[in-house]
């Protein structure tokens, strides 16, 4: 059977390993350009070609994927003169990997629909090291058609490969897990640095909480910071901020107001605020044991 050639946007870390690992499974790719070239001249040394516009991209291409930050930036590689939606062709694919707000992900939905093309969520978990060895956790929604046709280039790329019903769920699900992770790991990091202040071991803590309900994979990311230095979950205080932020957004694009999320998102935005946006998030231990003494900045 002939490969699909694959359009991809976006090669930072995630989507550079997603290049490789497409590429190793004999994909051809045309790539477009990144503000650190490292990746797409990694993807051109294996075979990749590099497009000059997102249009031409799309026009080359079978299925078009996308794995960049945010909402903004996927808009602005969907749309305008040079963008996907220029270049897309009916019965064409496109794919979200990125985290983005599921209103937006609905409205470009729409419009590519209009062109006669199909567009799928499918937000990522796990990190670059899995990407490249094709064992993401993938979260994908829509089209049941559309993904039954892509599924074996999601298999690709994941171990764990979700269908989530309609367009936009998989972003649903994916903020509303990010939030609980982000506020659970806030949660943790303060709980050693108070442990600190009163003159708990931080072990002795995470023995007794650790051996009921309230264990889980998150607290032992957290812990292995406080305890060993280690750092498990390579996720920046910026990106926290960015996916707690569009929860709360996505809850009041649903007529709700988010209580529990408030704590997490003031405590990220204040230590973006203090210039420690590029801490990993279980260096929030650090954080804490320096702020829990004064007031909120």
């Known amino acids: 059977m002939t490969k699909q050639k694959i359009g991809f946007i976006g090669l930072g870390l995630m989507g550079r390993a997603m290049v490789e690992c ?13 503000s650190d070239r490292t990746g797409i001249d990694a993807a ?10 997102a249009r031409t991209l799309t026009q080359q291409s079978d299925v078009v994927m996308l794995c960049v930050g945010t909402s903004d930036q996927v808009e602005s590689r969907i749309y305008g003169a040079d963008g996907v939606l220029a270049g897309v062709k009916p019965g064409q694919i496109v794919i979200d990997f990125g985290t983005s707000l599921p209103a937006s992900t609905k409205k470009i939905g729409a419009d590519l629909a209009g062109k006669g093309a199909t567009y799928l969520d499918a937000p990522l978990g796990r990190t670059p090291a899995h ?27 994941g171990e ?30 303060e709980a050693f640095a108070l442990a600190d202040s009163a003159g708990i071991e931080r072990q002795a803590l995470y023995d007794v909480m650790a051996a009921g309900p309230n264990h889980s994979g998150m607290m032992d990311f957290i812990k292995n910071y406080a305890t060993d230095g280690q750092i498990d979950l390579a996720f920046s205080v910026d ?4 996916d707690v932020g569009y929860y709360r957004q996505m809850a009041v694009d649903l007529g709700l107001t988010s209580r529990m999320s408030g704590a997490a998102d003031a405590t990220l935005r204040e230590a973006i605020a203090g210039g420690d946006g590029g801490l990993m998030v279980p260096e929030m231990v650090d954080w804490m044991a320096q702020h829990l003494g004064s007031e909120k900045t």
């Open 131 to 157: 990407a490249r060895d094709g064992q993401l956790n993938i979260m994908a929604a829509g089209d049941k058609q559309a993904y039954d046709a892509v599924k074996p280039l999601l298999d690709t790329l």
């Open 160 to 189: 764990n490969v979700f269908h989530l019903g309609a367009l936009g769920n998989g972003h649903t699900i994916k903020l509303i897990n990010n939030y609980y992770a982000m506020t659970t790991a806030c949660a943790m990091a």
């Open 22 to 34: 497409l590429q190793q499974a004999g994909h051809a790719l045309v790539v477009l350009g990144h």
């Open 44 to 53: 051109l040394s294996r075979g990749g070609t590099e497009a000059p516009n």
């Open 239 to 242: 990106n926290a901020s960015k």
